[in-house]
């Protein structure tokens, strides 16, 4: 199987450890869609890699390793638009001939007899491809909140002169730091009480709609995640 010219094909030295660990524990591949499918569409990869180290009894490193190394292989195979079939025919041939020496003696045969197991995760309808996907689909925006905060500030007002304080005026500060694109960012936005009291009520109000939805699409075929909530 010969790569597309046009991709650049290859893998970082820490890709290899990630191959090692799928290798290792080949045998609980099956745990882990289990995991997957039970974790539902929108459960990062932290979870799941938990809940696989928990189940399959392997260290936590391994399990974190196994899953960060399938999704990064989901990538890959997106971008270069290939099957499950010829994902692991075309990463076999790269290993053969691209990976460092003391990794193919050691870990080649391995590879060779594991890779149809890995193949059926790598399938798109995999539950871990599945969840994959909708984790993607579901940050696919160009600006993603990253972490936010509120601080509280007091002003003085002074008189004319500014030789006495005649009052105080409490305010608050809202730090938004977000993504735009592949560059982090930050916001800062002044809001008053009214505001706070409109942003809470706003924040209650989509709790309740997002558990109104999902226990309304309980008797469905498929599960249902508030996303993020899931983590």
């Known amino acids: 199987m010969a790569l597309p010219q046009s991709v650049n094909f290859r893998l970082p030295e820490e890709a290899y450890a990630g191959l090692a660990a799928l290798i290792a524990h080949s045998g609980v591949l099956g745990v882990l869609l289990d995991c997957a499918e039970k974790a ?29 190394t399938l999704w990064n292989l989901y990538d890959v195979r997106r971008e270069l638009d290939l099957s499950a079939d010829d994902m692991i025919s075309a990463l076999t041939a790269y290993l053969d001939k691209n990976s460092p020496e003391e990794w193919r003696k050691k870990y080649m045969e391995g590879w060779q007899k594991v890779s149809p197991s890995i193949q059926k995760v790598l399938d798109g309808d995999s539950s871990l491809a599945l969840d994959h996907k909708s984790v993607r689909l579901t940050y696919a925006h160009q600006n993603v909140l990253i972490d936010a905060d509120m601080i509280t500030d007091v002003r003085p007002v002074f008189n004319q002169s500014g030789e006495a304080i005649r009052g105080m005026v409490v305010s608050h500060q809202m730090v938004i730091e977000y ?10 936005v002044v809001i008053d009480g009214k505001d706070v009291s409109k942003l809470s009520a706003l924040c209650k109000r989509a709790e309740t709609k997002a558990q109104t939805t999902k226990s309304s699409l309980m008797d469905r075929s498929w599960i249902t995640s508030i996303a993020g909530i899931e983590e």
């Open 40 to 68: 539902g569409p929108g459960t990062g990869f932290g979870k799941i890699a938990r809940n696989f180290a928990d189940e399959a009894k392997i260290q936590s490193s391994d399990a974190g390793s196994i899953v960060t």
């Open 179 to 188: 993504h735009d694109g592949f560059d982090a960012k930050r916001l800062h």
